[in-house]
Nanobody, 115 residues
């Protein structure tokens, strides 16, 4: 069983920055992909960014050039650096981890970008 604890959300003005963190704990055999999803008001959950154990990354087109995903394998932690935030980035952001053949989700952290 893997537990995910997210932090770093909050309220920021447009153009500002936030950094999200997600730490995995528990019985961790091997973490493969770590990623971030988000769900805005009235919208479906969507992939924001993902990173493999080897460091390969994938981003949604809407965040390319503004967001950066990274991970610290020694700490089982994934980060999302969000710059040049826009009001449309407002959403609950969820950490997602693939470990031991199972997907795990964090509880979500709210990011609100004011115009």
């Amino acid at each position: 069983q893997v537990q995910l604890v997210e932090s770093g959300g909050g309220l920021v003005q447009a153009g500002g920055s936030l950094r999200l963190s997600c730490a995995a704990s528990g019985t961790i055999l091997r973490i493969n992909v770590m990623g971030w999803y988000r769900q805005g008001p009235g919208k479906q959950r969507e992939l924001v960014a993902a990173i493999t154990g080897g460091g390969s990354t994938n981003y949604a087109d809407s965040v390319k050039g503004r967001f950066t995903i990274s991970r610290d394998n020694a700490k089982n932690t994934v980060y999302l650096q969000m710059n040049s935030l826009k009001p449309e980035d407002t959403a609950v952001y969820y950490c997602n981890v693939l470990a031991g053949g199972y997907y795990y989700w964090g509880q979500g952290t709210q990011v609100t970008v004011s115009s």
